[in-house]
């Protein structure tokens, strides 16, 4: 049926099979290598920055994004007095068409050459300043186009990290996407910050020169032009010899650009912008970029045929707080940062029911307008024990609870007193009064870390609080904001206080937008009223016999709390009255240690400059909790209180001795006739 396969013997004629291989050799193999392996990395590569770039594009998940960051807002104090401007004015903003051509050629030459040629990030743009930034071994020429730095403004915040530089990119392919060029270059010359609480080149023109940005010319557009890049550096009022060079460069780079001949800018260089005085103007612009955030959240949740209005925004503001507040710090940090190596602080001045009275974000707005007092993650230190002790007074401690101040670690970590010494048996009362250590992480993990947590951000902080054994000293980080609302608790008799600036919304026409409507009454109670009984009394003796006497006020009871962290990178007051709370941070941008400042030092001297002030024509409201005081500390003497290393443990014992006597003596003067009697037998 089948023929049987013979192979042809051995030598025979017989072929060895030739196999052939698919392919190209030699020098065009390589380049298809090449371009295997730069099409495997290049598609790995899209795929990471993809990755990072989608979290950004949340952002513009929403239909009215625009609409939403294009409100124009006219802030009011809380007299009705005019304190600012925020936002896009686009009711009488100036269009690009209507803008003088030297001013647009002048901010093209600088910022963006090629912005009308690329399609939102300049490749050729950004290699030649990394070409020159490596040439002169440092940055000096940024690679950023203008849709770029538009997508920052909008969408990002100023970090220099990587990730905000892919997101960036992404953003900027986006909004090339959705606008055209002349709307992206108008949003741009609308948003950026010109120094002087200027946003937008109108803003800034009418602020510098007191004209409109359709009347600058040419070398008022070039010192305009030049404050893109820095305009702490380079803004008129701070410097004008720098913003005089700075304008010299722009006319150098109008006519490198082609877009102007020296012929045409020689009269510029000879006769220089000149500014307008504004001796004694001062905007509080960390408050009204606070209050500017709060206005966009709320407009969030209007309807969307209301974002295009203008609005006027009512605000708690108070001149007299605020201006107390921007010279007490300025006046500490002149004269006893050096001797502290202090360089930065902030304050935030807050009613009992939140109301925001007052902010300083930092010594000087224009150098930097990053804002220390909402933004910046501090530890508290000590400022975050009173937190630990009204969890523990729910949890069946008191006052007058026992505490041992011993050495005592857990695992590897020994806490110590700041006075390396030991106090024995004490009070939670003479523990907290002296700021112990030892007693409030040894209570802190009694209770229970986690129930810690739980009533501080109830009482109103809202950063991640790690648990870990040094929770109770403070080691998680904090705003100067949140600590002001949390402490805004005890003076509000344990009501949740929700720090807010605006009171009012209103169109240009009157009509009621949106109104606060803050009722403490009503507000969630978040500690029992027999806590705030055991705890102000405390943070009342904190002030009078304690750690923070530098803030006493005459005739005006207050309690509060110092808080100084480990190295001294942080040093805090945290402190209220029946009428005010206030907090208040010194310290330093890159955590360079201060020298050995304390929170009763500069803190609390910041602190009872500005409330004696706050205070002033106030009726004086009385802190709750103190008709049921714990037994009156005075009897123990002063300078035992202010120095741990004093207080031995016999000395300990003869206090709480007499404590008692004092309590049994006062309570048994309350009775009828006969128990007395009985009692003074015992």
């Not at 396969?5 to 017989?14: D, Q, W």
């Not at 698919?22 to 590569?45: D, N, Q």
């Not at 002149?334 to 010594?363: C, F």
């Amino acid at each position: 049926m089948f023929r049987a396969f013979n192979p042809l013997p051995s030598g025979k004629g017989l072929k060895k099979p030739v196999r052939r291989r698919a392919g190209v050799r030699g020098f065009p193999r390589l380049i298809v290598e090449v371009f295997s392996e730069a099409a495997t990395l290049g598609t790995c590569a899209s795929v990471l920055l993809l990755a990072l770039a989608l979290p950004a594009f949340d952002e513009t998940t929403d239909e009215n994004w625009l609409k939403k960051s294009e409100l124009a807002v006219t802030f009011l104090d809380r007299h009705g007095n005019k304190i600012g401007e925020r936002g896009i004015k686009h009711n009488d903003s100036v269009p690009v068409e209507q803008m003088p051509d030297h001013l647009i050629k002048a901010v093209l030459a600088t910022e963006d050459r090629r912005f009308y040629e690329h399609f939102g990030v300049d490749v050729l743009g950004t290699l030649r300043a990394l070409t020159t930034n490596v040439r002169a071994g440092s940055i000096v020429q940024g690679g950023s186009s203008i849709t770029q730095q538009l997508a920052k403004n909008l969408f990002l915040s100023n970090e220099r990290t990587i990730e905000r530089k892919v997101k960036e990119a992404f953003l900027a392919l986006w909004l090339e996407s959705r606008l055209t060029k002349n709307e992206i270059l108008k949003l741009y010359l609308d948003r950026a910050y010109l120094g002087g609480g200027a946003y937008g080149v109108d803003a800034a023109s009418r602020h510098y020169f007191a004209k409109s940005a359709r009347d600058v010319n040419l070398p008022e557009a070039a010192m305009l032009a030049g404050l893109f890049k820095a305009p702490a550096r380079f803004a008129p009022h701070m410097n004008q010899s720098a913003a005089r060079t700075r304008a010299s460069i722009v006319l150098d780079n109008l006519v490198e650009a082609g877009f102007m001949s020296e012929g045409q800018v020689v009269g510029a260089r000879k006769t220089p912008a000149r500014i307008v005085e504004r001796n004694g103007e001062q905007t509080p612009d960390y408050y009204l970029d606070y209050v500017f955030r709060e206005v966009q959240d709320i407009a969030a949740k209007m309807p969307v045929s209301a974002l295009n209005r203008v609005f006027i925004v009512r605000t708690a503001f108070d001149p007299a707080i605020q201006k107390a507040a921007d010279e007490a710090i300025e006046s500490s940090l002149r004269q006893s940062g050096p001797q502290y190596n202090a360089s930065q602080a902030a304050i935030v001045v807050m009613e009992i029911d939140g109301t925001l009275r007052a902010m300083v974000g930092g010594r000087d707005y224009a150098e930097s307008q990053f804002n220390r007092a909402t933004d910046a993650l501090r530890q508290p230190g000590s400022a975050f024990k009173p937190f630990v002790y009204a969890t523990a007074f729910m949890n069946g401690f008191n006052a007058q609870t026992i505490v041992e101040d011993t050495p005592f670690c857990i695992k590897s970590w020994c806490p110590l007193n700041y006075a390396r010494s030991y106090s024995g048996n004490v009070s939670v009362f003479q523990a907290l009064t002296m700021s112990l250590n030892v007693p409030a992480v040894k209570v802190g993990n009694t209770v229970g870390l986690e129930k810690i947590a739980v009533t501080a951000k109830k009482m109103g902080l809202t950063t991640e609080l790690r648990i870990t054994p040094s929770l109770p000293l403070g080691a998680s980080e904090v705003t100067v904001f949140d600590m002001t609302q949390a402490y805004a608790t005890f003076a509000a008799n344990g009501k949740r206080v929700r720090g807010h600036a605006a009171l009012e919304i209103r169109s240009p026409s009157g009509e009621l937008l949106w109104r606060d409507i803050t009722d403490l009454s009503r507000a969630e109670q978040v500690l029992p009223a027999y806590v705030i009984n055991e705890m102000n009394p405390i943070l009342m003796n904190v002030v009078e016999n304690g750690t923070a006497r530098r803030a006493i006020m005459s005739g005006i009871p207050a309690g509060g709390k110092t808080g100084t962290t480990n190295a001294y990178r942080d040093a805090w007051f945290i402190g209220m009255t029946g009428n005010f709370v206030a907090a208040v941070w010194y310290g330093n941008d890159d955590y360079t240690p201060l020298r050995r400042m304390t929170g009763g030092s500069l803190p609390a001297m910041t602190w009872q400059k500005v409330m004696t002030v706050a205070h002033r024509n106030v009726a004086i409201q009385p802190l709750p909790g103190l008709k049921q005081q714990a037994p009156n500390v005075a009897s123990v003497p002063q300078n035992q209180l202010r120095n741990p290393a004093a207080l031995p443990p016999r000395a300990i014992e003869q206090i709480l001795k007499i404590e008692r006597a004092l309590r049994d003596a006062r309570n048994s003067a309350d009775l009828p006739t006969p128990e007395r009697n009985r009692a003074a037998a015992q």
